[in-house]
T-cell receptor
Framework: GNSVTQMEGPVTLSEEAFLTINCTYT??????LFWYVQYPGEGLQLLLK?????DKGSNKGFEATYRKETTSFHLEKGSVQVSDSAVYFC?????????FGQGTTLQVKP | AAGVIQSPRHLIKEKRETATLKCYPI?????VYWYQQGPGQDPQFLIS???????DKGSIPDRFSAQQFSDYHSELNMSSLELGDSALYFC????????????FGPGTRLTVL
C-alpha cells in the first residue's frame, strides 16, 4: 500500500538556520503531496501542497518540490524562526484520504 | 472564516463505556474524514463520507461506527471503549477532490480510564 517516510526528529536548529526535512513516498500512480504543521495542542494546518510532478509548493517561506524520479517531497526553509517550532507531517493522497509520515519535531532556539 | 468544529474538545470515559464525537464541517464542504492520532504518533485514517455516504474506510475498529447526516455534520460513535482508544480524534472536511485541501478541526482528546 501507499506509505510516507520522513526523517526522524527531533531537529534542533538555531534561529536563521537552513531547514531541510526529508520526505519520501511510495504510491500507486501519482498522488498529491502535502506538508501539514501541528503546533502544540492544536490541529493540523496545511502548509503547502503539490499535485503533480515538478510542482513546487510554497508558503510562509517554506518550499517543497514534487520529485517523481526520487519519489520525494523534501521541505525546506532558508531561515527558520522560533515561531516555526512545531511538528511537521508529510502526507500523500491518491483517493482523498491522507496517509501521513511519522512527523518530525522541529525546535528552533533563539 | 468558518472552520471545522468538533465537540466535545475533551472527553473522559471509563473502560467499556460509549462515546460520541461530533464534527461540523465548513459550510458547503461535502466530504468529512475522521483520523485518530495516538500519543506521539501520526494521524491514522479511520473513515470518510461524501454526500452522506461512506466513501472510504481505514483502520476503524468494528466497535466504532460513524455517519454523516443531512446537514453534513458527522458523528463518530465508539462503544466498549478500551484504554488503547485514548487518542486525539480529528475531523477534517473538504470539497470532494483529492487535490483539495482538507481542513482539520481542533480535535477531540479522548481519555479512557
Amino acid at each position: 500500500g501507499n506509505s510516507v517516510t520522513q526523517m526522524e526528529g527531533p531537529v534542533t536548529l538555531s534561529e536563521e538556520a537552513f531547514l531541510t526535512i526529508n520526505c519520501t513516498y511510495t504510491a500507486t500512480g501519482y498522488p498529491s503531496l502535502f506538508w501539514y504543521v501541528q503546533y502544540p495542542g492544536e490541529g493540523l494546518q496545511l502548509l503547502l501542497k503539490a499535485t503533480k510532478a515538478d510542482d513546487k509548493g510554497s508558503n510562509k517561506g517554506f518550499e517543497a518540490t514534487y520529485r517523481k524520479e526520487t519519489t520525494s517531497f523534501h521541505l525546506e526553509k532558508g531561515s527558520v524562526q522560533v515561531s516555526d517550532s512545531a511538528v511537521y507531517f508529510c502526507a500523500s493522497s491518491n483517493t482523498g484520504k491522507l496517509i501521513f509520515g511519522q512527523g518530525t519535531t522541529l525546535q528552533v532556539k533563539p | 472564516a468558518a472552520g471545522v468544529i468538533q465537540s466535545p474538545r475533551h472527553l473522559i470515559k471509563e473502560k467499556r463505556e460509549t462515546a460520541t464525537l461530533k464534527c461540523y464541517p465548513i459550510p458547503r464542504h461535502d466530504t468529512v474524514y475522521w483520523y485518530q492520532q495516538g500519543p506521539g504518533q501520526d494521524p491514522q485514517f479511520l473513515i470518510s463520507f461524501y454526500e452522506k455516504m461512506q466513501s472510504d474506510k481505514g483502520s476503524i475498529p468494528d466497535r466504532f461506527s460513524a455517519q454523516q447526516f443531512s446537514d453534513y455534520h458527522s458523528e463518530l460513535n465508539m462503544s466498549s471503549l478500551e484504554l488503547g482508544d485514548s487518542a486525539l480524534y480529528f475531523c477534517a472536511s473538504s470539497l470532494n477532490n483529492r487535490y483539495n485541501e482538507q481542513f482539520f478541526g481542533p480535535g477531540t482528546r479522548l481519555t479512557v480510564l
